[in-house]
C-alpha cells in the first residue's frame, strides 16, 4: 500500500499499480468541512477484487462497487473515524450514468461516503446535504 497524502486525521493510501492524481488538499478541505477536522479519516483507493471481496464480506453483495464507507467505531451517529474505500475503474464507469467526469465522479462518490459516515441513509435529507456540500466546492 502507498500512501499518497497524510495530515493531521486524515490519510489517503492505494494499493493500485498506479496511483491516481488528484487534488489531495481538496479531499482533506471536504473531509473537514463534512466531518470536522477531529475525525479520523482513512480514504484508500483499490482493485476490482479486494472491492468485491469486502463488499461480499460486510453487506452480502457479490460484486464490485465503486465505494464503501465503515464507521470504525460503535457510535453510528456520533463517529469519531472512519475509512472509505473506493474503487477507481468503477467508478470511471458509473461516472457517464452521471454524466460526470471521473474525476467529479470521484469528489462527488466522496462526499457520499462522508455523509454515510455521518449516520445517514439514501434518501431527500441525506441528498439535500450532499447538494450543499457539492455546491460549496463546485462539484
Do not use: C
Amino acid at each position: 500500500m502507498k500512501i499518497v497524502f497524510d495530515k493531521d486525521n486524515f490519510m489517503i493510501a492505494s494499493t493500485l499499480k498506479k496511483t491516481p492524481k488528484f487534488d489531495w488538499v481538496l479531499f482533506d478541505n471536504i473531509k473537514n468541512k463534512v466531518m470536522g477536522q477531529n475525525y479520523e479519516l482513512s480514504l484508500t483507493f483499490i482493485g476490482k477484487k479486494r472491492m468485491r471481496d469486502l463488499n461480499r464480506v460486510h453487506r452480502g453483495k457479490d460484486y464490485t462497487t465503486d465505494i464503501l464507507s465503515f464507521p470504525l467505531d460503535d457510535l453510528k451517529e456520533k463517529s469519531q473515524m472512519g475509512e472509505i474505500f473506493i474503487n477507481i475503474d468503477k467508478a470511471t464507469q458509473k461516472s457517464k450514468d452521471f454524466e460526470r467526469t471521473p474525476k467529479n465522479y470521484l469528489m462527488f462518490l466522496f462526499i457520499h461516503g462522508l455523509f454515510h459516515l455521518k449516520g445517514h441513509d439514501h434518501g431527500d435529507t441525506m441528498e439535500k446535504k450532499e447538494v450543499k456540500v457539492r455546491k460549496l466546492f463546485g462539484i
